[in-house]
């Protein structure tokens, strides 16, 4: 399935306001697993982040005749599941459960890297390094950057200005930029020393 | 997944960008571009188990819509109702929505809790009162349901805030009311009076029949009356004497008075004299001390007794 346009997802958006089931079944197909992983960031539990996104969309369906198919129906949805997820954390803070990575599959150490330019595992780097950031900026680039929302999407999701949005995704690219230079620089090093 | 977001070329990507020295912007492009691709990394959901979810998320719909299609009698109703219907099934979802995602505060029997909302307002309830609240409050609507006695302090704001309250509508933007509401009252009679501002007071739904209640005015509204009374001149001390954990009954039943001291006091009263019931009382108590002074009180004058049991009294002919 290719990815649905911005347009395609407007249209969905007006027939689901009109009651078609159709249209609302291809959206959920389209975003629920992108809001289960977004869910389990936070709850770190598959069943507890599943529940939450389907609670989103039964929600989604009882207000469809006031949806307005030019504000962003993600946005809504982020930031459903993103509060249910952030009311589940505070309800279940015994627990360590917070912003990290469900992900286990942590890069390890730096001295055993294998410098090699190899892509993947750059990725893992990079991810790692994006971990590392401050929970909001994190949040903010990770749904700019993993979930392709706008900014102004992320501004309704995390009930901040997009101009905050704007400031958290610039100090993000910041940091990691600096790590990367770092990094460059490593495998410069370890080269000439080869 | 088989579907990727694809933001490599988005508008936020160049803006954000165009923010950096021109000297960094290509290292900062690979940097966003790539972290765009760390999100594949994440695991698949399969696609059985995307078809269990949305057939639950169906199974939930149904079950929520053969109730609301009872309530709002879904059929061809022509474009003059459409307005009124569609005003309804907004009420409707709303309804249905609190089942799902509902903020509940309470207010413990012997004790006030004062709870500040989402959008800055200010709400006191009163001993055994219990407040819902949307969780998408203050971003869809500013909607909140009562079921008790509150004093709301609401914030100015573009959307209007809405007390819904045992069948009733009270509506504002910006002003100092109270709502008194208990379901378990005679005809779940909702009383709102006014100490600031102005409020719009309804059946919920009929927003026609709405009467507008000033500061020191009062309106009532029970679940048998056409619509709310004219609102008449009140004490607004009095009204809001329990704030002060004062006791004022305004021409209200036994019945309906031993409930809030039940509810104010934490005891339980049984009532016996059931031809007493519904005699009514208009009186005062300034921060009273104990239930049992009050008991007292209120016998001689109605020519009661009363006697202690394990976890409260019992009022007797």
Redesign the interface.
Known sequence: ????SAEKIRIWVEEISKSNRQAF?SL???L???L??FAMKYTRSKAVA?DM???A???L???R??LDSNLSVKAYLY??VR??SL?YIRDHSSKTVGLEAV?DSKFESSEEMNWQDDAEE???T??DW?EDLPDRQREA??L?????L??DEIAGVM?ISPNTV?NH??AA?NS??DR??EYQEEIKNERKGL | ???????NE???GR??ID??PAT?RN??K???D??????E?????PKDE?EY??S??HK??ET?EKSTDKKAGISTLNNRWRWML?AA??II?FG??IL??PQTVNAPHGDMVSVTLPDGSTVELNSGSELQYN??FA??NRDVSLDGEAYFSVQDGEMPFTVDANGSEVTVTGTKFNVRSWSDDPGAETEVTVSEGAVEFYPEGQSQKAVKIFPGQLSRWALDMEKPTNPEPVSIDRMLAWREHNLMFNNKSLLVIFRELERRFDVEIDMQATGAAHETLTTYYAKPKNVKSILEDICRVKGLRFSETANGYRVFQ
């Open positions: 399935m290719k990815k649905p079944d959920f197909r389209h629920y697993p992108r289960v992983h599943s996104v389907q609670d969309f039964v929600t369906w009882e207000k005749r006031q930031r459903i509060n249910s009311n992900d750059f990725k893992k990079l991810k994006i680039f990770e700019s950057r993993f979930e392709g706008e900014h009930e704007n995704i610039v690219l990691l930029k990367y230079s | 997944m088989t579907d990727k977001p694809k933001h988005n508008k936020s803006d954000i923010q950096f960094e290292l900062i690979e940097i966003w790539k972290s765009g691709r760390v999100a990394e994440q695991p698949e959901i995307v979810a949305l639950e998320v939930r719909i929520e569609a099934v907004v979802a249905a929505s799902f995602l969780r998408l971003y869809w």
